[in-house]
C-alpha cells in the first residue's frame, strides 16, 4: 500500500501533523520507534501557555493550538482541562512587568486579568504571602496530562481507517525513489509515500544528521518532580512564577523588562537554567520544576542522563519559599530531553528534496505551539509551498 503521508515521529509534533492530514483526507502511515510515547512529549508539565511565548507568530500559533486543544477535549476523556495559567510576581518590579504585559494583551485582544496579592492568594491559599506581589491570570489556557493525552491521541488516530499506526518501527533510512519516497526500517521492511514527514525530537544522530546537528542546534536536559498527593491544597490550572516571568520570552517585550534588577538566588539557578513551574494532577499530587542544561547537538556523548540530586534539593528549596503544604514528600523525579534550534525562528523547518521534509528542534514549545505549528506544516507540504513559520495576525 502506498500512503499519501508518512510521518517519523509520534510525539506531539508527528501526531498533530497525522490528524490534519486526516482532515485532509489523505491516507497516512505514523511510525514511531516506541511502542508507547516516551519522549518529550510525555515528560512535561502539560502547561498549555501561549502567554509565555515570544510576542508574534508562535504566540499566535500557541493561541490557535488552543482552539485545537478543545475540539480534543471531549475525545480524550479528561486528558486536557482549562483552568488558566496564573503568573506570582515575587518583586515589585516583577508585578510592574505583569502589568505592562496585561497593558500589550489587550492591545492584541488576549484575556489576561490583573491580581492583587489578595486576590492571588484567594486563589491559591497555599502561596505565601511574603512572596506574593501581585499575579496575571490567563482564563483561556489549558492544562493536559500529558502521559494520558499521547495514548488518547494515538487511539483516536487509529480510529480512522486512513491512518495506520506502526509503534514500535525503527526508521533506518528514508529517500526519493521512483517518484516516491522509500521508508527502510530497521527489519528490512520498505513502505512508500508520496511524501515524507520526520519529527525525530531530541534524536538527530539518526536520519539526516548532517541537516539537524548543525551548529545553532541545542540539545536541552530538563529536570522536575513529583510529589505525594497534598491533601487540603487546590492549585488550578497553571502557575508560574517569578523566575518564569524572568525566562519567558513573552515578558522580554515589556518595557521595562532591560532594567529589571537580578533575582537575590544562588547563582546555581541561573547556571542551571531553574524555574519554578507547578501544576497539580487530578490525583493531587503536584508536578515541580523545572532546569534547563544545554549540550551541543553535534556532539551526542555530551550529553549525559543522571538525575542531580543537587538540582532536584535547588528547586526544592524555591519551592518552599513560594508555597506552604502540608509536606514535601516526592514520589518520582525524571529527566527530559528536547531539541531547540536557537537561529532566526527557532524551529527547524527544512524541505530535504521534494517530498521529505524535517521539523524538530521547537523547543519547550511543543506542547503549547505545536498542533498548530503541524496544521500550518502539512497545509503548506500538500500545496508543494516552503515550510514557514505563518506570518504574523491579530491574536483575536
Known sequence: MKFDLAIVGAGVLGSFAALEALRKGKRVLLLD??????GATVRNFGQL??????LGPWRELGIRSLSIYRQLQPMVGGAIWQQGSTYIASTPEEAMLLEEMHAIDCAHNYRSQLLTPN?????????RAEYCHGGLYYPDEMSAESGQLMPRLWSLLSANPALTLRPGTLVRDIRERDGSVEILTSSNESLRADQALICCGHLLNQLYPDITQHDQMKLCKLQMLRSESVPGIR???NLLTGLSIRRYEAF???PSYPVLPQPVLDPRYGEFGIHMLFRQSADGSIIIG?????????DVTSIDYEVREDI???MLEEARNILKLPHWRMTSCWNGYYSQDMSGQKVLLRSVSEKIHLVTGIGGKGMTTGPALMQNVVQQLLRGEALTLPREHSYA
Open 33 to 38: 520507534a516506541g511502542v508507547i510515547a516516551r
Open 235 to 237: 492549585l488550578p490550572g
Open 49 to 54: 501557555v501561549p502567554s509565555g511565548m515570544a
Open 312 to 314: 532536584n534539593q535547588l
Open 252 to 254: 522580554h517585550s515589556c
Open 290 to 298: 523545572d532546569s534547563h542544561e544545554y549540550f551541543p547537538a553535534n
Open 119 to 127: 486576590q492571588c492568594m484567594e486563589k491559591m491559599p497555599a502561596l
